[in-house]
């Protein structure tokens, strides 16, 4: 493993911690550049730490593994090309990759193709139904004719690129098998062709250089302005281009970083860019596992499906505030402005709240600040009864400060149960768990930064006494190369939002998001654009205009084995 | 292809001949069926965390008698069983990984993993793959292998895998696989015959847009085409298949009644009930059941037996968690039990279909507090149409389990010389009856 000079201030306590996670001995984070990320084909780390700041060629372009379609691009896909609201890839197997944070889809097994094969003929079906609005064929004109301009223009939304020819004649093929062989109408052939498209590579995979020779500059292939607009609108909305992306890829208005932040600036304006936020945000701290976090029903009664969806939706709406807002992690982190219901005020001592709707409101300072302090972080970072400072300690170290703990090689005496520690609180029955020498080494640095959480129960419900004990939310951690004591969670996220060091994983973390992949030695530019890019401002809109405007976003390093000619 | 499906003498058998009035036939030599003529199956079923060992063993190695609390279930099939201790995931433990226990999931049936820390790749096909692949040269059914889960909560990782680096995802939903399964029975042919052949264009069309596709791509990007292509091509076969195959009409084979509830408990049933149903009635000869991913299982809790801590949180409680994690197992191994149950029900000439099976067991670790990658549980249930003893607590003092892969293999009418590196070749003879 490496550990990165920017973060050396911890590395000596690291190296102690090697092996030591103890009770929540799960997989290390993925995708931290320590961690020998990225498997066959995604683009390997081989050289030293990549971390904002150091410094980077700037010629150089990170690699561009062909990436196939989640299952979230194509539900969004799907409604932006033919109006769906059924979400046919919830089918699908789930987009996890053990080697990498976000969702990234794994080679297609037969129940991929199965599952893919039933949801394209179901969006076949839709399309049929839509044959009068998506291909319209006036009367008085050929059929055939309204079908092979339908192959065009469909076509080129759904491949997000103008066809190839002999892409046109294999469609038109299997047009008049649907029309002679399958016996089908017009409309039903129009389905059968949409069916198809979905089940294309060009549809699935995101290269939109199709056959076509690369354009290679020096050492580094040039994405075309096709391609471009793409990578910017499946970073951006999550989905396929709007027109307004397919026109300025039509016209070369896609060239220069100023036309890219133009496009971003403008994509984020659309409630689809704003909701790309909310999916980082969940995917970044795993806040999506809420929904399905169980909890013990003799401890947390109102634990029910009902509240784990108004948690996920004050999550959602916090983020949507902030970017209606001053759009920066400061405010991310350290906002009171919350939208609850009936069923979530409870949690956070709201009163007033009644019937269905939901009301914006003011948490009280005190004891709630920005995202870390709701109840969707604390939820799914609590144990099943009670908080869990090792869990959350260690969410905040790798998620926030991009720190990477290795995995254990050691047994670790468990901690007590509560109720094997009668009047114990939960921070004195870790503390106990960690006076083993073993434990001393590897909680030192999870279990400080967890300890300012416990004023949050397991469901994120603030408390003073736990177990019959008061409660100590006080502790010490490094942060930044120095020791810092804070009082509490409202006070960490403070100190957070202010830090360089968590700028700079922030930063590294969009670049993940956005890349669908982790950080190489070429990307040491593209990574200090993003960086520097959000650093002026932190706002979280630059740090997206910053991936968008990198190096690596409009060129690439070729593969091994590609044909550049 | 040859479509027998079952062996002349099995079918002499059902239309109530005596087997001594059989002429000579080499009807036994039919792929993969057991001396009774009917066919042999093979189930695997996965469960991460590992067990309780007092729990889970007997006191001494020999004739299996009273079982422990967490296989109380399979009691009755106590003398149809074996339980087996001491086997190790070698390549992983030989790595110097041997507390990776989270990440051994794609070892299980490929006896092979890449030589990383935390790697969750195997590098050679699975067991279930190549034993169905073999049978799927001479029989047709509706599924030759079938990859299966209950609920994924944790890094999606199954044992099944067609090739290095390929795992096959497994299906979540009973009521995808029951659709899968019957949902041609009740469709008439004509309907059928247009669906197949619309379905047929379609995949053609998929597979020759693949062949066509990215042809400058790189080394590694052409090899994520190939598999998509080769699954394209795996599909089309299947729903050929399907189409040219009889329905099956026994008595065995009518549709099952699914709770079609959403918690695990339920899934687990509908799934398992499922799985009995497409063995007794031959869709298919070979399932794969991964209980829940690997990589810890945090997200899973179990309720209905009273266990309300994370399944990942109480493996980790070592002596404390010890009662509740036995009644986590007890729960996963009574849905074993209810597998080998419907089956045992199932006769088949004088043998039953349990008999002509063998379900193997497995953990990703020896137990939930060490994670440790050596001495991982396995019991054996069937026996595979006589060729295992059963009855018995076998213990072994060490050795890989690789061994017992391709004693499995050679069971299923797959002789192999070893499974996964040649270092680990060889067989557990000693399991033979």
Redo the contacts between chains.
């Keep these: 493993m490496r550990t990165g000079a920017r973060v050396s201030s911890v590395t000596a306590a690291l190296l102690l911690a090697v092996g030591c996670t103890g009770s929540i001995n799960e997989p290390a984070d993925p995708g931290s550049p320590g961690t020998g990320n990225n498997g066959t084909g995604n683009g390997n780390n081989p050289g030293g730490p990549v971390l904002p700041g150091n410094p980077g060629d700037p010629n150089a372009a990170g690699p561009m593994p062909l990436r196939r379609m989640t299952r979230a691009e194509f539900n969004n896909t799907m409604r932006d090309l033919i109006g769906d609201t059924t979400s046919p890839a919830n089918t699908f197997p789930l987009d996890r990759d053990p080697e990498f944070l976000y969702p990234r889809a794994g080679l297609v097994s037969l129940q991929d193709a199965d599952t893919l094969k039933d949801a394209a003929l179901a969006m076949g079906k839709e399309a049929e139904a839509k044959a009068t609005t998506l291909a319209p064929c006036p009367a008085g004109m050929a059929e055939d004719a309204c079908a092979s301009s339908f192959i065009t223009s469909f076509g080129l939304r759904a491949y997000r690129r103008p066809l190839a020819t002999d892409e046109v004649t294999r469609l038109n093929a299997l047009y008049t098998t649907g029309r002679t062989t399958l016996g089908l109408t017009y409309a039903g052939a129009i389905g059968l062709l949409v069916e198809g498209m979905l089940q294309s590579p060009a549809f699935l995979y995101h290269w939109e250089l199709g056959n076509n020779a690369p354009t290679v500059a020096g050492k580094v292939v040039r994405l075309g302005p096709y391609e471009l607009a793409s990578r910017l609108s499946y970073f951006i909305y999550n989905s396929m281009p709007d027109q307004a992306l397919f026109d300025v890829a039509a016209t070369g208005k896609l060239a220069t970083a100023a036309d890219i932040e133009a496009q971003v600036r403008r994509m984020m304006a659309d409630p689809k860019g704003a909701a790309t936020v909310a999916t980082f945000v969940d995917e970044w701290l795993n806040l999506d596992q809420v929904i399905d976090r169980p909890k013990d029903p003799t401890v947390y009664a109102q634990w029910t499906d009902a509240l784990k969806q108004a948690i996920s939706d004050e999550s959602h709406a916090l983020v949507a505030n902030v970017m209606k807002g001053d759009k920066t992690l400061t405010s991310l982190l350290t906002s009171d402005a919350s939208t609850v219901n009936a069923t979530l005020a409870p949690i956070y001592g709201v009163n007033g709240v009644r019937g269905t709707a939901t009301m914006d409101t003011t948490l009280t300072a005190s004891q709630r600040s920005g995202l870390l302090t709701r109840a969707a972080f604390l939820a799914v970072t609590g144990a099943t009864d009670g908080s869990h400072p090792v869990k959350r300690g260690r969410r905040v170290y790798e998620r926030f400060m991009c720190g990477v703990l290795p995995p254990p090689p050691m047994t670790v005496p468990p901690v007590q149960t509560a109720s094997q520690a009668t009047g114990k609180t939960t921070r004195q029955r870790f503390e106990a768990h960690d006076m083993n020498p073993c434990s001393t080494a590897c909680h030192s640095i999870m279990d400080p930064l967890g300890f300012f959480f416990e004023n949050y129960d397991g469901i994120g419900q603030y408390r003073t006494m736990d177990n019959g004990g008061v409660v100590d939310a006080h502790s010490t951690i490094k942060l930044d190369g120095a020791d810092h004591t804070f009082n509490n969670a409202i006070e960490l996220s403070q100190a957070l939002a202010n830090s360089t060091t968590v700028a700079d994983c922030f930063a590294t973390q969009w670049f993940r998001f956005g890349f669908k992949r982790s950080e190489t030695d070429a990307d040491q530019a593209s990574l200090n654009t993003v960086a520097g890019t959000f650093n002026k401002t932190k706002s979280i809109v630059d740090a997206m205009v910053g991936v968008a405007v990198s190096r690596s976003f409009s060129y690439r390093s070729p593969a091994t084995g590609e044909m550049l000619q | 292809m040859n479509t027998e499906r079952y062996s002349r003498r099995a079918l002499l058998k059902r239309m109530g001949l005596s087997a001594a009035m059989l002429p000579l036939i080499h009807a036994e030599k039919v792929l993969g069926a057991g001396p009774s003529g009917f066919p042999k199956r093979f189930v695997s079923v996965a469960h991460g965390n590992g067990v309780i060992a007092n729990s889970f063993y007997p006191t001494n190695p020999g004739p299996l008698t009273t079982l422990g609390a967490t296989l109380s279930t399979l009691q009755p099939f106590a003398s149809k069983m074996n339980i087996i201790y001491g086997l190790n995931i070698q390549p992983v433990l030989d790595g110097k990984f ?3 226990g ?2 051994t999931y794609c070892a299980t049936l490929t006896g092979t993993r890449q030589n ?3 790697s ?2 195997a590098t050679a096909a699975s067991i279930d793959q190549t034993i169905s692949d073999n049978i799927a040269k001479t029989v047709t059914l509706k599924a030759p292998l079938l ?1 299966l889960g209950v609920k ?6 199954s044992t099944s895998w ?1 090739a290095a ?7 979540l ?1 009973p009521t ?1 696989l029951f659709t ?1 399964l019957f949902a041609s029975a009740s469709m008439p042919p004509a309907q059928m015959a ?1 669906v197949n ?3 047929q ?3 053609d ?2 597979a ?3 062949t ?14 190939q ?2 292509l080769e ?2 091509r ?2 089309e076969t299947q729903i050929k298949n399907a189409a040219t195959m009889p329905q099956s009409s026994t008595a065995n084979c009518a549709a099952p009644k699914l709770s079609g509830g959403k918690t695990t408990d339920l899934l687990a049933k509908d799934m398992f009930d499922m799985m009995a149903l497409a063995l007794k009635c031959d869709m298919t000869r070979v399932i794969t059941m991964t209980m829940f ?1 690997d ?2 299982g ?4 179990f ?1 209905w037996i009273g266990v ?3 399944y ?2 109480v493996a ?3 002596a ?2 010890a009662a509740d994690k036995t009644k986590i197992d007890n729960w996963i191994y009574s849905n074993v039990a209810n597998l080998a149950t419907q089956l045992d029900a199932t006769m088949e000439g004088g043998t039953t279909a349990l008999d002509n099976t063998v379900i193997a067991t497995f953990s990703d670790m020896e137990d939930g ?3 440790y990658v050596g001495r991982i549980p396995i019991t054996l249930i069937g026996s595979c149409g006589g060729f295992f003893k059963t009855g018995q607590y076998i213990k072994y003092p060490s050795g890989p389990h690789n061994k017992l892969l391709a004693s499995i293999s050679k069971a299923m009418g797959l002789p192999v010389a070893g499974v996964g590196d040649a270092q680990y070749a060889g067989e557990l003879s000693d399991l033979y009856a």
Excluded: W
């Design positions: 041997q507390y990776d989270h990440f990383k820390s935390e969750r790749q990859t994924s909560v944790g890094d999606g990782v067609r680096g390929q795992q096959n995802a497994a299906e939903d995808r899968k247009m052949l619309r379905q264009s379609i995949l069309f998929s020759a847009e693949l066509a596709f990215g042809k400058r791509l790189g080394t590694d990007d052409r090899m994520k085409i598999a998509h699954s394209v795996q599909l991913d990589g810890g945090d997200g899973n809790s309720p309300n801590k994370d990942h949180a980790h409680l070592g404390s968690g507090s060490s994670h």
